[in-house]
T-cell receptor, first 116, second 111 residues
Framework: AQKVTQAQTEISVVEKEDVTLDCVYE???????LFWYKQPPSGELVFLIR??????QNEISGRYSWNFQKSTSSFNFTITASQVVDSAVYFC?????????????FGKGITLSVRP | NAGVTQTPKFQVLKTGQSMTLQCAQD?????MYWYRQDPGMGLRLIYY???????DKGEVPNGYNVSRLNKREFSLRLESAAPSQTSVYFC??????????FGPGTRLTVL
């Protein structure tokens, strides 16, 4: 069975600090996908990134960056120069692909608070 | 292009009442999903429909039924609501194997 662990439950930083959100996953499949979603206080779920198991290149998008390491089964998310608008719950998720569907298994989420 | 829409946004039920949560998507996606979100639990899959005409159980299906009405619509029914079903319910859709996009959620309280 697949599993996603987000060991950090709550993180509080001051604006402009860098912050890293950790994600560790377990799966027996060789083909899988990893995701990060953001849930701001308004409650909707916003897709941030999707990464497949064959692509270990790190990715940067503005202030966001992701570090995927298969050797440690981790897919960590770093926000550089955090802003108050980054305050949200962040979910890491794992999807195994069996050719027919892509069910997501979510971690329990990390609540990030960015103080002015 | 509205993406994924859900109705209602809020609902209060008494124990034993029934209701149906509606979900529709206009992205021509084949697959649709229902999740529930409880404090400290993340999101858990209730049911999914990989394609029109098929439905399958997820992690927490007990107490729920679903109907894939057509390619656009996927409804979730609570036949006899229980307080344990108090939660926020999210519908999502995707192309097969693709990224799931979520609706705004339905906040359900069962008294």
């Amino acid at each position: 069975a697949q599993k996603v662990t987000q060991a950090q439950t709550e993180i509080s930083v001051v604006e402009k600090e860098d912050v890293t959100l950790d994600c560790v996953y377990e799966t027996r499949d060789t083909t899988y996908y990893l995701f990060w979603y953001k849930q701001p206080p308004s409650g909707e779920l916003v897709f941030l990134i999707r990464r497949n198991s064959f692509d270990e290149q790190n990715e940067i998008s503005g202030r966001y960056s992701w570090n995927f390491q298969k050797s440690t089964s981790s897919f960590n998310f770093t926000i550089t120069a955090s802003q108050v608008v980054d305050s949200a719950v962040y979910f890491c998720a794992l999807s195994e692909w069996n050719g027919a569907n892509s069910k997501l298994t979510f971690g329990k989420g990390i609540t990030l608070s960015v103080r002015p | 292009n509205a993406g994924v829409t859900q109705t209602p946004k809020f609902q209060v039920l008494k124990t034993g009442q029934s209701m149906t949560l509606q979900c529709a998507q206009d992205m021509n996606h084949n697959s649709m999903y229902w999740y529930r979100q409880d404090p400290g639990m993340g999101l858990r899959l209730i049911y999914y429909s990989a394609s029109e005409g098929t439905t399958d159980k997820g992690e927490v299906p007990n107490g729920y039924n679903v109907s894939r009405l057509n390619k656009r619509e996927f409804s979730l029914r609570l036949e006899s609501a229980a307080p344990s079903q108090t939660s926020v319910y999210f519908c999502a859709s995707s192309v097969q194997g693709g990224t799931q996009y979520f609706g705004p959620g339905t906040r359900l309280t069962v008294l």
